[in-house]
């Protein structure tokens, strides 16, 4: 039966051998996993890391959406409070009817 790690535990390894304080082997006895599993490990998170500091174009279109809906909601709250403030001024006097 295969163990499956979960992508803390392989994240966590891969740092610990990024570090570079103990060799693979010291750390493949420690958690109980297989050398060549943690160089696999390794290897994938080597490879992804650039994608990491990249945006998409999709990344881009939800920025500018969740922005845009933001601006409106704000819009809209600018305007009942307009109204709010206006209706204030005449309910207490402070602005000729």
Known sequence: ???????AFKAQIV??????EKTIAQIASEYGVHPTQISTWKAAALKGLPSLFEKTDSDYRTEKEEHEKQLQELYAQIGRLTTQ???LKKKSGL???
Request: glycine share 0%; hydrophobic share 35%.
């Open 1 to 7: 039966m295969r163990k499956r790690h979960s992508a």
């Open 95 to 97: 602005e000729p009817p």
């Open 15 to 20: 740092q610990e051998v990024l570090k570079e």
């Open 85 to 87: 403030v206006a209706w």
